[in-house]
């Protein structure tokens, strides 16, 4: 049963660059969760995903962008990057049944901003 | 609005002891989630356990527990002769029963546990 998977592993970017970070959801998911985590701190929710629309967003820039595919997976992209952006990006994903929303996080994709 | 709190930043024991982790809550919901994820250097988030705000049943899995107190808003974590592969940072977490369920997390208590 594979778990959530995300990719790249890290990446280095400079100010004012656009990234896309991916996600591929635990097998039988069909929700995806986005969340930003920078060092020493707990994650910060970003947006979530159910359907290929947009569920609830975080309070997060429009910089920040999301994409659901008919598969499940989903990419996060953020434009016009800024040094405060660098974090880890984590992502979880869960089965929309209601009272039964536990989320699962891959390992994360480690962002560096120069 | 939803807050959780970790008060402890860090703690440091010697295997074999016996250590409680603190997280305080804050909701309006009268139906709520709380949870604890582990986060070893990895850095993935690992699933620990989920309780029902009408379930203050406490819990015990192993060398964890879990007290769950509603008068206090507490979620205490306690881990029993504890082990340096528990060694992580410890997340508790908050979310709404409704919706999208997003998970509030607290700052995170660093434990470290040592031979």
């Known amino acids: 049963d594979a778990g959530v998977t995300q990719s790249p592993t890290h990446l280095i970017k400079t100010r004012g660059q656009q990234v896309t970070l991916r996600c591929s959801p635990k097998s039988g998911h069909d929700t995806v969760s986005w969340y930003q985590q920078a060092l020493g701190q707990g994650p910060q929710f970003i947006f979530q995903y159910y359907e290929e629309e947009e569920r609830q967003r975080g309070n997060f820039p429009d910089r920040f962008s999301g994409h659901q595919f008919p598969n499940y997976s989903s990419e996060l992209n953020v434009n016009a990057l800024l040094l405060g952006d660098s974090a880890l990006y984590l992502c979880?994903?869960?089965?929309?049944?209601?009272?039964?929303?536990?989320?699962?996080f891959g390992p994360g994709t480690r962002l560096t901003v120069l | 609005a939803q807050k959780v709190t970790q008060a402890q930043t860090e703690i440091s024991v010697v295997e074999k002891e016996d250590v409680t982790l603190d997280c305080v809550y804050e909701?309006?919901?009268?139906?709520?989630?709380l949870f604890w994820y582990k986060q070893p250097p990895s850095g993935e988030l690992v699933f620990l356990i989920r309780?029902?705000?009408?379930?203050?049943q406490n819990e015990i899995s192993g060398r964890y527990s879990w007290n769950f107190q509603k008068s206090t808003s507490s979620f205490n974590f306690t881990i029993t002769a504890s082990q340096v592969v528990d060694s992580a940072v410890y997340f508790c977490a908050l979310s709404e029963a409704k919706g999208a369920q997003k998970l509030v997390f607290g700052q995170g208590t660093r434990l470290t546990i040592n031979p």
């Open positions: 979880a994903s869960s089965l929309a049944l209601e009272g039964t929303d536990t989320q699962y």
């Open positions: 309780r029902n705000s009408f379930d203050e």
């Open positions: 909701t309006r919901d009268t139906t709520y989630y």
